[in-house]
C-alpha cells in the first residue's frame, strides 16, 4: 500500500511562489505516477501535473502550463509542486495522489491513492 502525505501549503501574496511536497511511502512502495490535483470550494477537482516514478516524463493541465512545474526525489520517495505567480484563484485545496497502472493521468479516477489535502490560500 502506498501513503501520501502533502506539505508546505499555506498563505501567499498574488505573484508570490509556493512548493508544496507530497512524501510517498509504503512497505511495499508501487507506485506508477503521482500526480497533483486541487479543488476549491463548489469546484470540480482539477488536474495539475503528473509525473512517471520512472523515468522523466510529465504532463501538466492546461490552466497551469508555464507557471507550477512538477519534480521528483526518489532518493527522498518526496514529488514536488513548484507553484510561480500565483493568483487568486489557486486557492484551493491542494492533493497529490498515486496510480499503480496505466491510465488516463488527468482523470482523478485513474488515481487509488490520495493524500489528505494542503491547503494553498492566495491573497491580493
Known amino acids: 500500500q502506498v501513503r501520501l502525505v502533502e506539505s508546505g501549503g499555506g498563505l501567499v501574496q498574488t505573484g508570490g511562489s509556493l512548493t508544496l511536497s507530497c512524501a510517498v511511502s509504503g512497505r511495499r512502495l508501487v507506485a506508477l505516477a503521482v500526480a497533483w490535483f486541487r479543488q476549491a470550494p463548489g469546484k470540480e477537482r482539477e488536474f495539475l501535473a503528473n509525473i512517471r516514478w520512472t523515468g522523466a516524463m510529465t504532463d501538466y493541465g492546461d490552466g497551469v502550463k508555464g507557471r507550477f512545474s512538477i519534480s521528483k526525489d526518489r532518493d527522498r520517495n518526496t514529488v514536488m509542486l513548484q507553484m510561480n505567480s500565483l493568483k487568486a484563484e489557486d486557492t484551493a485545496t491542494y492533493y497529490c495522489?498515486?496510480?499503480?497502472?496505466?491510465?488516463?493521468?488527468?482523470?482523478?479516477?485513474?488515481?487509488?491513492?490520495w493524500g489528505q489535502g494542503t491547503q494553498v490560500t492566495v491573497s491580493s
Open positions: 495522489a498515486a496510480a499503480s497502472k496505466l491510465g488516463a493521468w488527468s482523470k482523478d479516477t485513474s488515481y487509488e491513492t
